[in-house]
C-alpha cells in the first residue's frame, strides 16, 4: 500500500476480501461469445438525448491540490443502440487520475472528449463543481484568511466533419452581505437625519451570488470572474478582526444593495471587463440568493442574458 501523505491511499491490488470464484478460461470464453448487450437494438428505436451518471466524485489535480468535485456526464444515445458502455466512462475518469490541470474547466474538456471516443453518440458534455482553497489577507489588520472559493465548469463537445467542437461555461461563487436599502431610507424619514458620516441603522443579509460566463476560446479565467464579482460586492471572509468586521459593515451600509442591485451591478462590471475577451452572443449567467435576517422567506434573484445584451445597455446608460 502506498500512502500520498494529505491526499490518497492507492492499494495496488484488488481489495482482499474479493476472492475470484470463477475460473480465467471461463470468462475468456463468455466475453469472446458473449452477446454486447448495450450495442443491441431497442425495443423502440428513438434518439436519447443525455444518459450518463451523475453524483460521481472526481479528482481533480490542481495547482492547488487533488481535490473532490461532484461531476455530471452525459452522451447522446443513437435510436438504434439500446445503451452506453458504463464502464467506459468510468475508465475515462481513471485515465485522468494521474494528470495534472491548469482548472476544473481544462480536466472538463479532456474527460468530455474521451468520454465521445468512448460511446456512439455525438455529443458528450460534461459539469463539474467544487471547492479550491483562497487565502487573501484581511484589509485593516493584514491577517490571513483561508476560504474556500465555488468553482464550475460546463463542457460540451460535439463531433463535426473536421473534428471535435467544443462549448464551455465557467462558473465562480462568492459569499457577501447586503444591507437594506429600503429600511435605510425610512428610517432617514423617522429620525429627520440626513448627513453624519456614517449611514443609518438598516438589516443585513448574508448572500451568495454566482456568475457563469460562456467561454468557447478559453480567454476567460477563474480570475476575470472573481474580480467581476469583487469588484461590486461586499465580499465577506472567515477571519475578521473588529476592525475588518467594522470596515465591512461599515461599506455595506454605505453602499445598500438589493438582491436585484446586486445582479445589475455584476451585469454591468461582467459587461465592461469582458467586452474583448467573449463575442457579443456569449451567454451570461448570475444568480444571487439573499438568506434574509428579519425574514422568514430567502430571496432570489437571476439573469440570464448575453454580454450584447449588457452592452447594448451599457451603451444606454454611460
Known sequence: MAYDPGLVFEYEKARPGLKTGIPAEDHRRALSEGQDVPEQRPSFQIHLSEVGISGKTVWVSLPQGRLPFEAEIYVDLPED??????????????????????????????????????QRGERAQVSVSGKIPLVRRTAVTDRLSVEALDLSAEVRVWRRPDGIAFQSLLGLSVRHITACPCTQVYNQSVTQVRETGFPLITHSQRSATRLRIEDAD?????????????????????????????????????????????????????????????????????????????????????????????????????
Open 218 to 318: 478559453g480567454r476567460v479565467s477563474y480570475e476575470d470572474l472573481l474580480e467581476c464579482l469583487e469588484s461590486t460586492l461586499h465580499v465577506t471572509q472567515d477571519l475578521l478582526k473588529r476592525p475588518d468586521e467594522a470596515e465591512i459593515v461599515l461599506q455595506a451600509h454605505r453602499y445598500p444593495q438589493f438582491a436585484e442591485d446586486v445582479v445589475r451591478e455584476v451585469a454591468r462590471e461582467t459587461g465592461r471587463r469582458m467586452i474583448d475577451k467573449v463575442p457579443p452572443s456569449a451567454v451570461v449567467i448570475i444568480e444571487s440568493h439573499s438568506l434574509e435576517s428579519i425574514h422568514i422567506h430567502d430571496v432570489r434573484c437571476a439573469l440570464r442574458t448575453t454580454l450584447g445584451e449588457i452592452s447594448a445597455a451599457l451603451a444606454e446608460t454611460d
Open 81 to 118: 443502440v439500446r445503451g452506453i458502455h458504463m464502464s467506459r466512462m468510468e475508465q475515462a475518469i481513471a485515465d485522468l487520475h494521474e494528470i495534472n490541470f491548469d482548472d476544473p474547466r481544462q480536466y472538463a474538456l479532456a474527460l468530455a472528449r474521451d468520454v465521445l471516443a468512448r
